[in-house]
């Protein structure tokens, strides 16, 4: 189920034109193992101005957004929450802001899935996405991707942690190397 609606979700975007990779749970099974996870995180490297496109393509998907007063929600949090009704699937669409997240967005990893390509968040956006989000479950998520997957650039993870703690003062490379010192 997951699997089809995100291959219906990128084949959309990519009609569109519209930048875009999956982060998330969804992300953590590609890099991590099988978790449970109830919905699809995604996140656009367009920013709010651009939320005309991205509901012509909410529309054109069939899903069903889950605010009345989408423009205010979306300029107050970023994230446009859609459903898809037939599977129950909650999606959310998050518009970026920060070069950090255009970047992320760029570099994503791009996988065959059937005839559709997916765009994922490479295996350290990901980690930074976690570590960024702090609650406990993206924590363990963040140990069982670098557990599994040795050979991440540590640098890369680094300098945009360094970025972050100036901006939301601190912690997060100090988190970051404490995860990293415990294997």
């Given amino acids: ?28 099974l590609l890099y991590g193992e099988p978790r449970l996870t109830k919905d699809i995180d995604i996140t656009l490297g367009l920013g709010v101005e651009e939320l ?17 007063d989408v423009e205010s929600f979306v300029r107050e ?14 999606v959310d669409l998050v518009f970026s802001f920060t070069p950090y997240e255009r970047k992320a967005v ?17 295996l350290e956006d990901l980690v930074i996405h976690k570590i960024v989000a702090g609650r406990a479950r993206d924590i363990e998520d963040v140990r069982i991707v670098l557990l599994k997957n040795p050979g991440f650039n540590r640098d890369y993870i680094r300098k945009w942690l360094v970025e972050f703690d100036q901006a939301l003062d ?6 970051f190397d404490s995860i990293t010192s415990e294997r």
């Fill in 1 to 28: 189920m997951f699997k089809d609606l995100i291959k219906k979700i990128a084949a959309e975007f990519a009609r569109r034109d519209i930048p875009y990779m999956v982060i998330g749970g969804q992300a953590v």
């Fill in 52 to 68: 005309a496109c991205v509901m012509a393509a909410v529309e054109a998907l069939n899903l069903t957004v889950q605010v009345k």
């Fill in 77 to 90: 949090t970023m994230v446009l929450p859609v459903v898809d009704v037939p599977s129950g699937i909650r």
């Fill in 106 to 122: 760029e570099n994503a990893v791009l996988l065959k899935w059937d005839n559709t390509t997916v765009r994922f968040a490479t």
């Fill in 170 to 175: 601190g912690g997060l490379l100090r988190l």
